[in-house]
């Protein structure tokens, strides 16, 4: 809508279409729930074979070192043809974390096999009693000669029981004021002695959520990130790019294409009441388009966004829910059907994509949370 | 988010903001309710510097400058609250420039020498654009206009840009506000300028032919209008804006400023994020268009969302002020009503959102 691509864009874009329409087993195609390893890592293996898995990836560690236009096509295109999503720990946070911060040694032993997806990886962030006051995280690491003892709990962890290992923020000095500088950034084995993982079921029925026990856990010194106490910059290096990576505007367009399909289904499109509030939704679609070629744009000509992109995730995040929630009216007696309702313009997800946008104000820093950073770092407001 | 622009663009953009410096709350104050709601003087300024023929061709004299350029100009327009009618004039010498041949009134207009806006609208509420009540008819080799226009800007004008139903379709004329036939009746707003309903009664008038790169004359207008609206929308959004945050950084309640208050903390960056969505929608828009052929769907979507925005945020910005706010004494009441006036002109937001509904065949 407000970027179009180069002759060079538009043939890569070609070539990626028909390469995933050629290639993306059907039963993997417009998932709502991401499907379990099993069944989703040999897609992952598939991409990776290609040489796609990792476009955001420079040459030298075997990604693409696709532009970040040919990034959004990717994403785009994945989007388009229903693609499941993939596990994006290692090849969207703690890839390009070790990429910046990491020994030689550490880079050579874990880039590769995020690569091969022979290794998933876990975000050990929160805990029990550090959801947003994350730097009020007490799972302690403790230096006894060549290895750390770890002792605590980690919460809300994707996947982590399909995962081998995790970075984590651990404190190092429970001493240290402000707290975030006691805080250190490690890598741990998840097959170790004294780990117990419990999965957590959702709202929306599956359990890609849980909680990871750590009781005297070794872990070798070798595996901390950066320097000692030093983890709180290193994990916040990178959440600029991840909010702008998560606010591409694809998925609230596929959205809008599922409540018109429902809407029609039911009939409430004809509803003039019905049609106004789509309207405001699909003109905050285009809007959200906007920002985003415009957060691009910036970002193409290293002007570095830094907490104005907490703009784009509020707006998109709760933009999906708006949408979720038209969907559900729209779907009348079917909102609360656990099954993806059959309708004669086909088959359509409604509960599950509710409940499962209701995540999405939540996880990587809330809302409110936001709109703090917001408040004091752009608006700057006083405290 | 900081817009990418040229350094001709950030120039332009600075000589803008430096011309509204010197308007502001207190001139527009000292306009309100008067017989004429703006200085001439000021306009034939404006029209000296280039910025009323800023989309008009280089060939016709005009600067030759897209939508980004004008949206800057404008943006800077609504933030000074200023009161010369830059924005109307600058796509009414776009029209008049489009035809194979220049209208006659073209150079005064860009040199702000006269006045001519757009008289597009009919209704309250419902307007199909291309489908005007007004007629045109030709007799004895004359264009003649019967029929009504509404809430009109007309403080001031020269002449106007009727839209009317002919034998073809819609049609785009210029009519003379000393023609024979035409009559100005005016109503005050709140804004301080006045509208006007305009009485076409066979009035003369001259066709307005079409850009060639344009589906119709009336359509190119039309969405020139509701993106200009829309810039100086967003202008006055970010003003008060401003001014806002500059209040909560200095008042005291409790012993503490009250910006350090999570409720209004939290409200403020609402506003914050309508202003910046607008500002993107706004600028990607005029970026990805030609000033002769905007995407009328993308037209109804900036101006709904500008118009809904500018309202919820001078609103907010009221609230956030306490009762000071509800003063006249206080400028930022000022913002609040001119964003009433201009989310009302060719097409509030409900209006739009259903001109979205058809255009982007969203129930189709």
New interface residues.
Partial sequence: MFRSDTTAEGEFRTKVRTWLEANLPFGLRGRTVRPLPAELMPWYHTLSRKGWIAPHWPKQYGGMSATLNEQIIMTEELARVGAPHLPVQGLNHIGPILMEFATAAQKALHLPPILAGTVIWAQGYSEPGAGSDLASLSTRATLEGDHFVVKGQKIWTTWAHHSDWMFALVRTDPQAQPRHAGISFLLIDLHSPGIRIRPIKTIAGDDEFAEVFFDDVIVPAENLVGKLHDGWRIANALLGHERLATSNPQTAMMALERIKTMARASGIITDPAFQDRLAAASINVTALSAMFSHAVQLTNNEHSLGPEASVIKIFSTELLQTLNELLIEAAGGHASAKNPVTTNFGEVDVAASFLQSRRVTIYGGSSEIQRNVLARRVLNLPN | ????LTSEQTLLRDSAAKFIGAAGPKVTRGFREQELSFAPVRLREAGDLGWLGILVPGAANGLGLGLTELALVLEQAGRGLLCEPIGLAAISAAALAQGRKPHPMLDRVMAGAVLVVPALQERAYGDDPLAPHTQVVEKGGTLCLTGQKAFVCADGADGFLVSASGRDGPVLCYVARQASGCTLSTTQTVEGRKLATLDLADAPADLVPPHPSSRNAVDALHNLALLALSAELLGAMERALEVT?DY??IRKQFGK?I??F?AL??Q???I??RT??????V???A??NDPYCIDPA?AA?VK??AS?DALAVTEACIQLHGAIGFTDEHDIGLYLKRAILLSSLFGNA?AQ??R??AI?G??G
């Fill in positions: 988010m900081d817009l990418h945050l909560l950084r400023l910006g350090s999570q903390q939290h403020a960056t609402n914050y994020i910046e969505a607008v500002r993107s929608l600028f990607q828009t970026a990805n993308l979507a709904a969302k809904e409900a959102r259903r979205y509904i982007a969203l129930t």
